[in-house]
């Protein structure tokens, strides 16, 4: 498993579940972002895997499935539109990496079949959820294949699982584009350089793939032995070979700092490698110490010491330094791309948009209506193949978090997640927003907006709040300060 799949962050919010894409992200990214109370310094701040879960109910006796999600969901004219992204969750993995806590084990038992098998009933499950009311097929815009390891399955699995995806939803957009122009759709997967093949590429190009993620993490042998990753360096080079040989336009590399025994030299040469690769976009992560993984049951026995901050510090520094040097400019705080080669999908989540989730530990958001005020379903498939293969809810998948709608909470996710992106948050529809939940609260959120503004964090590009070159560093911590003006008006709400 790597990061660009943000559905990467999970943004859990005082206990809330948020999660973003990957049971968060992407898996997600922004697992959506933040599913946790947010750090104040760099090393909360930075690391932004949003893929990252930051809560996690093992226990998946929720006794419900995702089901409930659709149930309540207004589908007329004016109701909930069609949902056009989709993350898919792959498990498999050759290797646990010791630094990893996204739900993927190796599998022993070969259990691939079965599972593909069950992650087509999903899907079917899923898709009426992608069309209009009255049953047309809206083509999907994105679609995100983590793990896990995705390149693992095998060959003819991926055939058998490309051609029901195709058959369940419009990937039209995934084909074809406009004249010399790429596909208006973006589908990714992702994949270990040590499993891309000819024959795999070729497989997932004819089914409508044209993005793959690479987990190189580093170029440094030794690094990659800290991180328990079981790759040659050499073959990230030979795997965007073949990826691109087959016809797959786009590719990532994911990047991973602070490891320790990391210098700033040797994190400057990775960037440097990645660089020259080509390659049109890049994600630089972090090492962030999840509770229970290997990596930070080593941390506490003291066998290293992570990285200094101060260190963390320039290395961030840095990598907005060389990528932009390279034409790949910081659009979210972890991820860098050339012009018009941003994460589609990852933006979904950052965004707040809708995206469905099929297989286990893989994370939605559904929102209940065309307002986003309103907020949406956010829920996690249990983390359990073995739930998730014998429980079924008419093609649904037995659930391990679920959060209903809640506008104040809403709010929050758009702050925390936005606030990540150059883009930044569009402040007259946030205060709106705000004096929605409660008039005259939108003059809490602004005046905090203005004192950010003062502290030079952020600053109003033409009615957004953006993030400054120095708020960078300190996104959560800005994200933090709005949202507890949001708390504030969500408090009001409640007592009211």
């Known amino acids: 498993m790597h990061?660009?799949?943000?559905?990467?962050?999970?943004?859990?919010?005082?206990?809330?579940?948020?999660?973003?894409?990957?049971?968060?992200?992407?898996?997600?990214?922004?697992?959506?972002?933040?599913?946790?109370?947010?750090?104040?310094?760099?090393?909360?701040t930075v690391a932004g895997r949003t893929d990252s879960p930051a809560h996690r109910v093992e226990d998946p006796?929720?006794?419900?499935?995702?089901?409930?999600?659709?149930?309540?969901?207004?589908?007329?004219?004016?109701?909930?539109?069609?949902?056009?992204?989709?993350?898919?969750?792959?498990?498999?993995?050759?290797?646990k990496c010791h630094y990893c806590d996204f739900y993927s084990f190796?599998?022993?038992?070969?259990?691939?079949?079965?599972?593909v098998d069950r992650l087509i009933a999903e899907m079917r499950a899923l898709s009426p959820h992608a069309r209009d009311p009255d049953g047309t097929p809206v083509p999907l815009r994105t679609i995100f294949v983590g793990g896990g390891t995705p390149s693992l399955?095998?060959?003819?699995?991926?055939?058998?699982?490309?051609?029901?995806?195709?058959s369940c939803f419009d990937l039209s957009l995934m084909m074809h584009g406009h004249g010399t122009a790429p596909p208006e759709g973006e589908f990714t997967v992702e994949c270990n350089p040590e499993s891309v093949a000819p024959e795999l590429a070729g497989v997932l190009r004819a089914g409508g793939v044209n993005r793959v993620s690479l987990g190189a993490q580093s170029f440094n042998p030794g690094h990659l032995r800290t991180?328990?990753?079981?790759?040659?360096?050499?073959?990230?080079?030979?795997?965007?070979?073949?990826?691109?040989?087959?016809?797959?336009?786009?590719?990532?590399i994911d990047l991973i700092y602070a490891i320790p025994g990391q210098t700033l030299e040797q994190w400057g040469a990775d960037l440097e490698r990645g660089v020259t690769l080509g390659t049109s976009h890049l994600s630089c992560y972090n090492l962030t110490y999840e509770p229970?993984?290997?990596?930070?049951?080593?941390?506490?026995?003291?066998?290293?010491?992570?990285?200094?901050?101060?260190?963390e510090v320039e290395m961030f520094r840095l990598a907005g330094e060389v990528l932009a040097r390279a034409g790949l400019h910081r659009y979210e705080v972890s991820n860098a791309a050339r012009p018009g080669h941003e994460c589609r999908h990852n933006l979904?989540?950052?965004?707040?948009?809708?995206?469905?989730?099929?297989?286990?530990?893989?994370?939605?958001?559904?929102?209940?209506?065309?307002?986003?005020?309103?907020g949406g379903h956010r829920w996690k498939n249990a983390p359990n193949l073995g739930t998730y293969l014998g429980v079924s809810d008419a093609g649904y998948a037995r659930l391990s978090e679920h959060e209903p709608p809640e506008p104040a909470r809403a709010l929050r996710e758009s702050i925390m997640t936005g606030i990540r992106l150059a883009e930044g948050i569009d402040a007259t529809a946030t205060l709106a927003w705000a004096d929605h939940l409660r008039p005259g609260a939108a003059c809490t959120v602004g005046r905090e907006a203005r004192g950010l503004i003062d502290d030079g964090?952020?600053?109003?590009?033409?009615?957004?709040?953006?993030?400054?070159?120095?708020?960078?560093?300190?996104a959560d911590f800005v994200a933090r300060r709005l949202m507890a003006a949001v708390d504030q008006t969500g408090r009001s709400v409640r007592e009211g």
């Open 3 to 44: 990061s660009d799949n943000t559905q990467k962050p999970e943004v859990v919010q005082s206990g809330g579940v948020a999660g973003l894409a990957r049971g968060t992200p992407a898996q997600a990214a922004v697992q959506a972002a933040a599913q946790a109370e947010v750090g104040l310094t760099v090393r909360g």
């Open 61 to 95: 006796g929720t006794g419900l499935s995702a089901g409930v999600v659709f149930a309540g969901r207004d589908r007329g004219p004016d109701g909930a539109p069609p949902i056009t992204s989709l993350y898919i969750h792959v498990p498999f993995c050759v290797h």
């Open 106 to 115: 190796v599998d022993s038992r070969d259990q691939q079949r079965a599972y």
């Open 153 to 166: 399955l095998r060959v003819d699995l991926w055939h058998v699982l490309l051609a029901e995806l195709g």
């Open 227 to 252: 991180l328990e990753r079981r790759h040659d360096p050499e073959n990230v080079q030979r795997a965007l070979e073949v990826v691109r040989a087959a016809g797959i336009p786009r590719d990532s």
């Open 292 to 311: 229970n993984t290997p990596m930070t049951v080593r941390l506490r026995r003291g066998e290293f010491e992570p990285a200094p901050e101060e260190l």
């Open 348 to 374: 979904v989540y950052w965004r707040q948009g809708a995206w469905l989730a099929a297989g286990p530990s893989a994370s939605g958001h559904a929102p209940v209506s065309r307002d986003p005020r309103r």
């Open 457 to 474: 964090l952020i600053e109003d590009r033409s009615g957004r709040w953006c993030i400054t070159e120095r708020g960078w560093l300190m």
